[in-house]
């Protein structure tokens, strides 16, 4: 019999491995944690203007959509109120409660689920499935929480947009890229013009094509 998480092989008839059953521990502890904090992201950043030429952008929203999103009732509260919900079925127990603040939802949802991990973890026929979605829901969270620093700038965007106005737009190199896009302008720089960008020389990209 395998882990239905992992399918590491198991000793014992169980729906989970101890790896498996210590990282939902885990992350049923940290969630309700990481749903206070995010009100502290709802609003994003400041706007910035990189390049030389100031770039034409729409009016940010009022509040980052993605925290908001996971903040709301479709989001964390309701993956972990339907995990509850479903555990507490497969054990022939009536529907939870669903009272109070989200906040509070979200701590009594994740605590439900914790006191009956033991059980969850050797006879929940949806053990699996509930360790993969809190871990990706845990991750989400925590991409929220500490987001990825930005891929690194070679330069701008050196594309003339007609009677000399250059794009000017910044230019950043992702992980794996062969070939940077200007997000503004669409013009495409290979490799061999990277240096010319990162010089801040203004010469045509030779091979870029808008």
Same mark, same amino acid.
């Given at each position: ?25 885990? $992350? ?14 709802? !609003?994003?950043?400041?706007? !910035?203007?990189?390049?030389?030429? *100031? ?15 996971? +903040? ?22 009536? $529907? ?17 689920? !914790? ?19 809190? $871990? ?11 987001? *990825?620093?930005?891929?690194? +700038? ?17 230019? +950043? ?9 200007? $997000? +503004? ?15 801040? *020389? ?9």
């Amino acid at each position: 019999m395998s882990c239905t998480a992992c399918t590491a092989p198991l000793d014992t008839a169980a729906q989970l491995c101890t790896a498996c059953t210590r990282g939902l521990d885990a $992350r049923l502890t940290e969630l309700p944690g990481q749903y206070l904090l995010l009100a502290d992201h709802l !609003r994003p950043g400041a706007a !910035r203007s990189d390049g030389p030429v *100031a770039l034409v952008r729409e009016a940010p929203l009022p509040v980052h959509e993605d925290v908001l999103t996971m +903040r709301a009732e479709g989001g964390m509260v309701s993956v972990l109120e339907s995990w509850r919900e479903a555990m507490q079925d497969a054990h022939g127990w009536g $529907r939870p409660a669903r009272t109070g603040t989200i906040e509070h939802r979200v701590l009594a949802a994740a605590r439900g689920l !914790r006191i009956n991990l033991d059980w969850i973890a050797e006879s929940f026929p949806g053990a699996g499935d509930l360790a993969c979605e809190i $871990r990706a829901l845990a991750s989400q969270a925590h991409a929220l929480l500490d987001p *990825a620093p930005p891929a690194p +700038r070679v330069g701008d965007c050196a594309a003339d947009l007609g009677d000399g106005d250059i794009c000017g737009a910044p230019l +950043r190199v992702p992980a794996g890229t062969a070939s940077i896009r200007c $997000r +503004r302008c669409g013009t495409d720089y290979p490799p061999h013009t990277w240096m010319t960008l990162a010089t801040g *020389a203004w010469a045509p990209p030779t091979g870029a094509a808008a």
